[in-house]
């Protein structure tokens, strides 16, 4: 399908993902109709936030001005969700009834936070972190509270964790794995992490699993754990976030017979098995740069680089270069910058000094970089992302010797 056969173009999702696709895409010259989709009342915003400014300052950081979409020619139909794709008509049906022909369907659906099947998870006092509503909700929560307890020590987790200790309040972390953030970080990251959190007053539990939560008068009061060594126990806590990982929301492509297998299959160019629909963002399994098969990316510059690739299929352009994934969290005073993916064997090379709080651990295996994690080190950061997407070999006795500057590795 070439530009001249696109007439209209039907977004379902306003999120980052589906938000930014729609603005590329003007800004690429499309002229045809492009509507977009939005469950959610409001109009797109941030959700980095959430967990990172979720007691300060307000909450409704928007992507763009409230102008914006008039003047692009965008029209968003906030809180009205697409419920069904007839794909041999090529129509979406809308949560009010509404039938709507599409030349290109762009599934951005994003993830849903992954529930936690355990009794009392819907007492009042326990929820989780996905949307606007879910921040509201946890800002009351927890400055009302006088202990919370965060289920799930990934990157969500411990940022609520460090906002709450932020204000005093006392915070208890509980992760099933030996470790933090087992899935997505080095051992060594998870390592400096824990005793960061633990110094400033966090209780970390690993190696524990919430079995269940317990009320009063349908109120929360206490989180029930079991410990490494089968041990039970009961922490008093009348606030609880829920932060397990997400699930991609992929039922309407499942639905619609499209290929799923954690989340929407789709190529380097966005692609679904049906040439009219193109998916983006959390909701999608993906070919990503240095990682064999596909994997599921949940990030804003991984949301934002297939919005470009789906630009580029509507238009028929060649297309964009695949990046280097990066992510970032903010944990008290660390700013956390992450590139690159841990798969497999590595060896751990540490610059700077994790206890003045400013380092960087580049992981590398044959000779190559396969990830850098850094805090508070912007300029190790990038220079970790030119080296990965060089690709270009790297002396790991000269990465490991402070007195090689890291710039002369990208030159060398
Ligand atoms: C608390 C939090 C903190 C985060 N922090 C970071 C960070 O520091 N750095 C980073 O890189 N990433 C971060 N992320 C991840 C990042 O926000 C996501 O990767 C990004 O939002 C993905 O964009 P998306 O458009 O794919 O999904 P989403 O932003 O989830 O948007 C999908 C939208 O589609 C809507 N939708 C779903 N189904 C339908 C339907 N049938 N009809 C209409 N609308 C529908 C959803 O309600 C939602 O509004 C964070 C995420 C959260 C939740």
Redesign the pocket.
């Known amino acids: 399908m070439t530009d001249h056969a696109v007439s209209r173009v039907v977004v379902?999702?306003?999120?980052?993902?589906?938000d930014t696709f729609a603005a590329l895409l003007r800004q690429a010259g499309f002229v045809g109709e492009l509507i977009v989709?939005?469950?959610?009342p409001e109009p797109p915003y941030h959700?980095?936030p959430?967990?990172k400014e979720f007691l300060d300052g307000p909450l409704e950081k928007w992507l763009r001005e409230p102008t914006f979409y008039a003047e692009q020619g965008v029209t968003l139909r906030l809180g009205e969700?697409?419920?069904e794709i007839d794909r041999a008509a090529a129509t979406v049906t809308s949560s009010a009834g509404l039938v709507w022909s599409y030349d290109y369907l762009v599934l951005?659906?994003?993830?849903a936070s992954r529930a936690l099947l355990v009794s009392g998870a819907d007492l009042d006092g326990v929820g989780m972190?996905?949307?606007l509503a879910d921040a509201r909700a946890l800002r009351r929560r927890v400055l009302g509270a006088c202990s919370v307890a965060v289920v799930g020590g990934g990157?969500?987790g411990l940022e609520v964790a460090a906002g709450v200790r932020a204000k005093g309040r006392p915070a208890a972390v509980v992760e099933r794995e030996e470790r933090l953030l087992a899935r997505v970080a080095s051992p060594e990251l998870s390592r400096i992490l824990a005793r960061h959190h633990a110094e400033r007053g966090t209780a970390v539990l690993t190696d524990s699993v919430v079995r269940g939560f317990e009320g009063e008068a349908g109120r929360l009061r206490a989180v029930v754990v079991t410990g490494p060594g089968g041990e039970e126990r009961r922490a008093w806590c009348d606030a609880a976030v829920v932060g397990i990982g997400a699930v991609p929301?992929d039922e309407?492509a499942r639905a619609a017979g499209l290929s799923c297998n954690n989340g929407i299959v789709v190529d380097e160019l966005a692609r679904t098995d049906d040439v009219r629909i193109l998916a983006?963002?959390?909701?999608t399994s993906r070919p990503v740069r240095g990682v064999a098969g596909r994997m599921r990316l949940?990030?804003?510059?991984?949301?934002v680089e297939q919005a470009r690739q789906a630009v580029a299929t509507v238009l028929g352009r060649p297309a964009v270069g695949r990046e280097v994934p990066w992510?970032?969290?903010d944990q008290f005073d660390l700013k956390l910058n992450i590139t690159g993916v841990l798969r497999g064997q590595f060896e751990t090379v540490l610059r700077g000094d994790p206890g003045a709080g400013r380092f960087s651990l580049f992981h590398h295996h044959d000779a190559r970089l396969v990830a850098v994690e850094t805090a508070n080190a912007p300029a190790d950061f990038m220079v970790g992302r030119r080296l990965l997407a060089s690709g270009q070999p790297v002396d790991p006795v000269r990465l490991a010797d402070p007195r090689v500057g890291l710039r002369d590795l990208v030159t060398a």
């Open positions: 379902v999702g306003a999120g980052h993902a589906g989709f939005g469950d959610e959700r980095p959430l967990s969700a697409v419920v951005a659906t994003g993830a972190l996905r949307s990157y969500i929301r309407l983006i963002g959390d909701v949940e990030s804003i510059p991984g949301a992510f970032w969290s």
